[in-house]
Structures are given as structure tokens and as C-alpha cells.
């Protein structure tokens, strides 16, 4: 055996030790998070007078593709007396510059990222009415925007999240904690509400501030990964994250790539492959439209874009 090939072996080994030490963890740990799903009476029970009464998303960035479109939302829910609930936080121009450079190495099919706006940007003076903030995940194209949103609007939203959400992070959650963590969504008196109140049987989370709003532990993509439930007057909307890129993949239950689920983003995929299914047969009644987080497409069959006018 030459030289460099016993060089080559050793590093190959050594990459193998590296990559499993990060990786073996991270599964173990998404594989920990297997909570029961909610039925849709469950589901709908939330359901309350003094619920939303619209939900809007904001488009504050968008890849196009060949194949697939990849974009990048918030989603505002609203009362009627003004009072708003913001889901997932977008990123800064900057981020979202460098974030969807990130994503063309890994898909050649997207093209240069349009920006379009933050969540600060597109809200202006609205952003005063957001009284609390969720998110989907805390991967770091839904948590970043954060930062500018603390800096413009100061204290006063309550953070709500569940338990695993809080507590459970890898590798590629980790900053995304850290930003929500040290933000200005845990000052003061807003702790209580950091952990949502719920019942524990069905799975659901709710707080008394937000009527008609619910949170559901669904891990499957991210130990953390959480689906926002809003119950309008007329049918319920189910925000699912990154349980897949898009609309299509859940109609056809298409799972990810392998290479993406088991080195990228360490996935529980026999979880996402039930929570496809349990997605799937939920939007194929009247009752509930599935939004998935990164699908311009179906965003906008359901709800409108966000405009201040």
C-alpha cells in the first residue's frame, strides 16, 4: 500500500469520525421528538368568536427555478381590535443575499435571489400591532429577521414557543436559537408566555392573548419543528413549516433528497413521511388549507399579501 493511498484512508476515516460525531446526535436527538398528532375535531376546537379574523402573508424574498420556486415568508395573523401574531421572522437583505447563495450550491437549478423586503421594512408602522411571535423552526432563514425586527419595534411581543422548540437544538438550529434566546421577545413580564399553555393529550398549545391560534409539536424536520394552527371564521389554516419545500411535494408525498435528510439537514424521515400523510388527508377536506412555509404558489391561493395601505 503506498503512501498516499494510507494518507487517503486515514483522512477518509477521519472524515467519517468527524461527520458522525456532528451527525449521528443530531438523528438521534430528532428521532427523540415523536409527539401524537391531533385530531381534526381537535384541531378545530380552538376555534373561538374572538378569533383572527384574516392572515397575511409578507414576501420579503424569492429564488425562481426551473423546476421549483423557493421563497421566503412571514405570515401575520390579526384580530379584530388591531392585535397581530407574527410567524417565522424572515431574514435582513444581507442575509437573504447570502443565504439563497447557500442554497444555489446545493440546487443550480435557482436563480439570484429577488429581495424584496424584512419584515420591518414591509410593515412600517404596523409592526407595533404585532403582540407576539411563533416560529415554524429555528433555522436561520426564519428566525434571523429577529434582529432587526427587536431593534425597530423594542420591547412588548410575547415569544411564544413549545417545550422542544426551546430546549432541543443541532447544529443547524443552534443560531437561530441563540437569536430568538437573546432577542427582545423575552423581556420582562412577557416570560410567562414563552411556554404556551395546552393540553397535553391532543398535542395543542394555546394562549389565552391569541385566541383562535395553536401550536402542535411536529419535529419530523427539526426536533423543534412546530405547525401553527389558526382557526378563521370559515376554515382553519395550517402553517407546516419545512415538513416540505413545497405544496406539490406534500400532494404527491414526495419525500427529500437522502443526501439533504441524512448529511444536510439531519431529518426523522419515517416522521416526515406520517406527518406528509396526516398533512395531506387534513387538506383534502374543506375544512383546512395546508401553508407551506417556502410555497409563494400556495401562500397566495389561500391569503393575501400583506400591504399596509
Given at each position: 500500500?503506498t ?5 487517503a484512508i ?9 461527520l ?7 438523528h438521534?436527538?430528532?428521532r ?5 398528532l391531533p385530531s ?14 384574516s392572515?397575511?402573508?409578507?414576501l ?8 421549483r420556486?423557493l ?10 381590535n388591531g392585535?397581530a401574531f ?14 439563497a447563495?447557500?442554497?444555489k450550491?446545493l440546487?443550480s437549478n ?15 408602522n404596523?409592526?407595533?400591532r404585532?403582540?407576539?411571535v411563533?416560529?415554524?423552526h429555528?433555522?436561520i432563514?426564519h ?14 411581543a410575547?415569544l411564544l414557543q413549545?417545550?422542544s422548540q426551546r430546549?432541543?437544538?443541532?447544529f ?5 436559537a441563540?437569536i430568538?434566546?437573546?432577542s427582545?421577545?423575552?423581556n420582562?413580564?412577557?416570560?410567562a408566555?414563552?411556554?404556551?399553555e395546552g ?7 394555546e394562549s389565552?392573548?391569541f ?6 409539536e ?18 382553519t389554516l395550517?402553517?407546516?413549516?419545512d ?6 411535494s406534500?400532494?404527491?408525498d414526495?419525500?427529500?433528497?437522502a ?8 431529518e426523522y424521515?419515517e ?11 387534513l387538506?383534502q ?6 401553508i ?10 389561500h ?7
Amino acid at each position: 500500500m503506498t503512501l498516499i493511498l494510507k494518507i487517503a484512508i486515514a483522512l477518509i476515516v477521519i472524515l467519517g469520525v468527524v461527520l458522525g460525531a456532528i451527525l449521528v446526535p443530531a438523528h438521534l436527538q430528532v428521532r427523540s421528538v415523536d409527539p401524537a398528532l391531533p385530531s381534526s375535531e381537535q384541531l378545530e376546537s380552538i376555534r373561538s368568536e374572538d378569533g383572527p379574523t384574516s392572515v397575511r402573508y409578507l414576501l420579503s424574498s424569492a429564488q425562481a427555478g426551473k423546476t421549483r420556486s423557493l421563497a421566503h415568508m412571514s405570515f401575520l395573523v390579526e384580530w379584530a381590535n388591531g392585535k397581530a401574531f407574527l410567524i417565522d421572522a424572515g431574514m435582513s437583505h444581507k442575509q437573504a443575499l447570502e443565504f439563497a447563495d447557500l442554497v444555489k450550491t446545493l440546487d443550480s437549478n435557482l436563480q439570484d435571489a429577488k429581495v424584496f423586503g424584512t419584515v420591518v421594512s414591509l410593515m412600517g408602522n404596523d409592526l407595533s400591532r404585532i403582540e407576539g411571535v411563533g416560529f415554524t423552526h429555528l433555522h436561520i432563514d426564519h428566525t434571523e429577521g429577529v434582529k432587526k425586527f427587536c431593534d425597530a419595534r423594542g420591547s412588548g411581543a410575547a415569544l411564544l414557543q413549545t417545550t422542544s422548540q426551546r430546549d432541543l437544538h443541532n447544529f443547524n438550529t443552534t443560531e437561530g436559537a441563540d437569536i430568538v434566546a437573546n432577542s427582545c421577545l423575552q423581556n420582562g413580564d412577557l416570560q410567562a408566555l414563552s411556554l404556551l399553555e395546552g393540553d397535553n393529550d391532543s398535542n395543542m398549545f394555546e394562549s389565552p392573548k391569541f385566541p383562535g391560534l395553536a401550536a402542535v409539536e411536529l419535529g419530523g424536520h427539526t426536533p423543534g419543528s412546530t405547525l401553527w394552527v389558526v382557526a378563521l371564521a370559515d376554515r382553519t389554516l395550517l402553517f407546516s413549516g419545512d415538513i416540505t419545500n413545497d405544496k406539490h411535494s406534500l400532494d404527491h408525498d414526495i419525500a427529500k433528497r437522502a443526501l439533504y435528510s441524512w448529511m444536510i439537514v439531519p431529518e426523522y424521515i419515517e416522521r416526515t413521511a406520517q406527518l406528509r400523510k396526516w398533512l395531506r388527508g387534513l387538506d383534502q377536506s374543506e375544512n383546512f388549507s395546508v401553508i407551506v412555509s417556502h410555497d409563494l404558489e400556495n401562500a397566495h391561493q389561500h391569503i393575501k399579501e400583506y400591504s399596509s395601505d
